[in-house]
């Protein structure tokens, strides 16, 4: 569903106010006037893909959760709507406005507060960048929990309220499983804080949860407290080329059986993705293409026993004859070489499709994931390009589709195409992206009526007047 | 603070009517005779310490989600209180009545639904005990994430209901990071259903993630799906004597280092503690006493490796005499053997003290944990008997008392001081245990009244009738 297709049902529109002169003077007089921008404003108006567009003539940068408070008060009171905005990376148009909703960005809530070294326990504002975190906290022999594509420019705030997934959950699991705390602030102003540095509180109902993966639609995320794991003396990659999905699951059940505790990572692609990135530049180690890929990562404390436990493996799937090819890197450098193939995959998509890229982030169980890429295929016919690729020990797919140059119909054999066939086969609509404005009107594909009842009940009692990134995730 | 002491403030009584032979006889018809029992109700009203006691006249025993749909209806539109139990092992009364609630009890929903072996993804009715649970997914190379003293009777719908934690919780984290999606009732009998079985679900709010630790305040949990871990090959334990506190953090720094990813368990007792076990019959492998001692543990998937990690941990912090004295498993009976001198604490407690003894879970940051203990014993005097042992790798310590005979007036010197001590210093008045009755009003010295405000909201959203275990974990 793109921008131009979406038109807001008329009872969405709860808001009774248009903002007013006398709102921008008293958000002055709350951030200054360097936190007000007018002009200029369009990249806050335009999702990461060009393909949300909102109208918002207000971008408010608060530095602090005082000044957040400050804001929100108000609006709340002005029933003004307001849209969260991190990093501005989401790939389901949760972060830009719809209408006019006043923009209220993160960017400058960039401070670490603290870092134990003995617990490996970091505290910091919402707005800092993922890359940024894991630097820092690499300085003290940890990494943090999460990595994806973004990681340059997303930020810790918008991983939370989106639940961001990536590259490193199948290891070190979801935001759920490491955030030991947080401060939030309601629409009413209200200040929230729980950020204890503490690895065990069970004091009430667990709200940090609830505000993870809320898509800014039941307050702002100002801090975080979150326990990070010990950096890994050694990472090692095995890149494999495999001629049949089939195959790909025997050798994920051998990587879980040798591999163990030290599986980081295990990532597929195929053949499609292969030809797209080596277009785009990648060098792919193995010299003749496959059908499929695999990019297995460890994480060890000791580099030996990695080692010893990966030559096993290696050999074990080839000899078995499970993958065709394959190479294992020796050192760090090659590691990131082998990563790069994978890694590269989201960008060359947006490069070569532009905004008739079209990108579903599904999950299901593993037996059938391959067959919505061929079905979809199979659907669309030669002209429309389909990739598939993913976090395939998480279950989860990214399938990807390019439509031709003025077929934009071609929209509506996708939609709702792959949701319908993945709700049959008792898969998620969104593994790990989200919902926003995308997947609002599909949600019942993942949800029953119940737990979207239940939602909004919940939804009511944060936030009666509506006023928090309305519009998204379910209608009110 | 113990039942005798407590009064429940009339305003909370918010239950408008009794409990008449027409309901008696509505619940019969939903659940069957043989579902309602009346009489020798005892045990349903009584907590595990013995130390809270309530007078329901009524205890339903439904066997399915519909059942108990069916059962919340009615007390909803009815407005009678209930209160869910599942093993009735709880240590803070949230699972017994306080006046007259009808007790639902999940004993009988004790139906494992599925056991995916590729995936290790569990798919059970609430009522299905911990340690029987564990030993069907081992049979399928698998364990449970969690495993508490507990494990023989409680249920895992009681352990999702109050966020247990226990002796794995360093390695496999918290309830948060292993369900999948659950199953569950609300108070005016609506089903919610999330119980998918893939690994990434993203689509609206992580509702799950608001019922875990939600204490039966909000709906009844009827079902689960979980993520389980591999079990592991080989497990290890070296049992070490230490003669500071300041050792036991070296030690836990050097753990961290030398065994990094097969590092499950790190936990501790005092010498007090010793003396009891070994009192009570537990055999000490050392042949004498010390002022601390650790039992650390780990899961691994390749046994020489893991000894040879351990070897050279042991190795370590025995020439940086770092420890005192230890000893290393060199197979499993010998590792359960070290284990036992941990795991027999609390019963032997429970033994020793009977409703004398006061149990207290906290956390706060590592390097003041003992002190809690020391300032205890000092207030209290050399009559009462304090204990202190825990999860010290969670920052998790386990304070108990046992006041002498005739002098419950010492409980006065316990409370508030302990949840003071631990509030002023960042800790956690609950770590593990939960709130129930026992911390309900001590509860702002973890949460802010913003947070209790919220949590306040959220529960007068779902549970406007205060029908769900009212009384507990905060006053509505």
């Known amino acids: 569903m793109s921008q131009v297709d979406y038109i807001a049902p008329k009872e969405d529109h709860l808001m009774p106010r248009q903002l007013e002169e006398e709102d921008v003077n008293h958000f002055k007089s709350i951030v200054g006037e360097s936190g007000v921008l007018t002009t200029d404003i369009e990249g806050y108006n335009t999702d990461w893909l060009g393909k949300y567009k909102g109208q918002s003539q207000l971008v408010l940068r608060p530095k602090n959760t005082q000044q957040i408070s400050d804001i929100l008060k108000h609006c709340n009171q002005r029933k003004l709507a307001v849209v969260p905005q991190a990093g501005n990376t989401g790939l389901v148009g949760g972060s830009v406005p719809v209408f006019d909703e006043i923009v209220l960005s993160t960017n400058l809530m960039n401070q670490i507060k603290s870092f134990d070294d003995v617990s490996g326990t970091l505290v910091c504002q919402s707005g800092c960048i993922l890359e940024q975190l894991n630097e820092k906290v690499m300085e003290h022999g940890y990494i943090m929990p999460l990595d994806l594509a973004a990681k340059g420019s997303c930020q810790i705030g918008g991983n939370l309220a989106t639940s961001a997934g990536g590259i490193r959950y199948l290891r070190y699991k979801s935001l759920h499983a490491n955030v030991l705390g947080m401060e939030f602030v309601l629409p009413d102003g209200t200040i929230v804080d729980t950020l204890k540095s503490i690895r065990k509180d069970n004091t009430g109902y667990h709200l940090p949860h609830l505000m993870i993966g809320s898509e800014g639609t039941l ?28 195959k790909i699951q025997l050798i994920y059940r051998a990587a879980k059986l040798h591999l163990g505790e030290i599986l980081s990572a295990f990532e597929f692609f195929d053949a499609k993705c292969r030809d797209l990135v080596v277009k785009h530049g990648a060098n792919d ?44 890197s020796t050192d760090e450098t090659q590691a ?72 934009l119909e071609m929209v509506d054999l996708i939609e709702p195409f792959v949701y319908e066939w993945t709700q049959q086969h008792n898969g998620s609509i969104s593994a790990e992206h989200g919902v926003g404005m995308m997947k ?37």
Chains 1, 2 share one sequence.
């Open 219 to 246: 307050g702002i995320i100002t801090a975080v407290s979150m326990s990070v794991p010990s950096k890994p003396k050694s990472v090692n990659v095995v890149y494999l080329a495999v001629d049949s999905f089939e």
């Open 285 to 328: 180690p193995l010299d003749q293409p496959y059908s499929f890929y695999l990019v297995i990562e460890t994480h060890g404390s000791e580099g030996s026993h990695d080692q010893d436990k990966l030559s096993k493996f290696f050999e074990h799937v080839l000899e078995e004859q499970h993958a065709t090819d394959g190479t294992m």
């Open 336 to 407: 990131k070489a082998l990563w790069r193939m994978r890694e590269s995959i989201s960008e060359c998509l947006r490069r070569e499709g532009g905004t008739r890229l079209y990108k579903y982030d599904v999950s299901m169980p593993l037996p059938i994931m391959y067959k919505l890429v061929s079905d979809t295929k199979e659907r669309l016919g030669s002209e429309a390009q389909v990739f598939g690729f993913g976090h395939l020990g998480d279950d989860n797919l990214h399938l990807n589709i390019i439509i031709p140059e003025n077929q």
């Open 440 to 476: 609002r009107d599909y949600l019942k594909f993942s949800q029953t009526e119940q737990s979207i009842q239940m939602m909004r009940l919940i939804k009511k009692a944060i936030d009666p007047n509506n006023i928090m990134n309305p519009y998204k995730m379910f209608t009110v």
